[in-house]
């Protein structure tokens, strides 16, 4: 990504990382037990499908990394089931997030802000790493992907999620920031790259995925119907909608 487009996006997330809105964790005093309580249960309540995709208890003792921390939610959960525990992220406020978050709970982690594209780990070093919606931030995910089948050992597993660009959270985006602006010739693609969080994200479709992690040895997607997708309509409506509309594709790959 060229630097002045990287510096936008880590100012983007330096502001507010993700999950920490005051819609969220309202008059809590920020870096509180409270304030922290209120984040994860909000996180799990939104998306309860990580705890099953993640599988964070079944990883006891093994040595694992994440990429992109964020308020640390994911990682307090690495954290408490035994894993040895590393962390990057590009923004010095989701370190210093993290970091009290663990604090707190009498955890602890290795955390380092850097860019991802490139990892200060040796080849094999890892028996795990996850990623929960950070790589489409980047202009070059294919390097974040390859610099992860690096790091990770023989038989290591990537877990992870990727935006799904054929969604109904992108459609919604794009009727309201290509249709309604009388522009329908304006792809899903463009509208996600400017409107949606920081700029220059990117969604994908299970196919694309699939090539750019090609290199590993074994691959699958999932893709999940979010409650980001299935806000507004009709319950009864949504029963029928299929999980390939969702906005998030769970990613699990093994070196």
Not at 52 to 69: D, N, P, Y
Not at 81 to 109: F, P
């Amino acid at each position: 990504m060229p630097e002045g487009m990287k510096t936008r996006v880590r100012e983007y997330w330096e502001k507010e990382p993700c999950g920490t809105g005051t819609n969220i964790t309202g008059n809590h005093i920020e870096g509180t037990p409270e304030w922290y309580q209120s984040i994860e249960e909000h996180r799990y309540n939104e998306e309860p499908f990580i705890h099953s995709i993640a599988q964070f208890t079944r990883h006891r003792g093994k040595k694992i990394l994440e990429v992109g921390v964020g308020a640390g939610t994911d990682h307090l959960q690495w954290a408490r089931a035994g894993a040895e525990c590393y962390g990057v992220d590009l923004t010095e406020a989701a370190i210093r997030t993290t970091e009290n978050h663990l604090r707190i709970h009498n955890l602890s982690s290795i955390l380092t802000r850097m860019d991802a594209e490139v990892l200060p780990f040796n080849n094999d070093s890892f028996d795990l790493v996850y990623s929960w919606g950070v790589i489409h931030h980047t202009d070059q995910p294919e390097k974040i992907i390859d610099e992860i089948r690096r790091v990770l050992r023989p038989g290591g597993i990537f877990i992870g999620m990727m935006y799904g660009r054929h969604s109904l959270v992108a459609v919604r985006l794009w009727v309201g920031h290509a249709l309604l602006k009388g522009n329908p010739f304006r792809t899903l693609g463009d509208v996600i790259w400017n409107q949606m969080e920081s700029l220059g994200t990117k969604a994908y479709t299970c196919t694309e995925l699939k090539t750019m992690f090609r290199d590993f040895r074994k691959f699958n997607t999932l893709p999940i119907l979010t409650t980001y997708d299935i806000a507004g309509w009709p319950n009864w409506l949504t029963r029928f909608f299929p999980k390939d509309w969702g906005w998030f594709i769970s990613i699990t790959a093994i070196k």
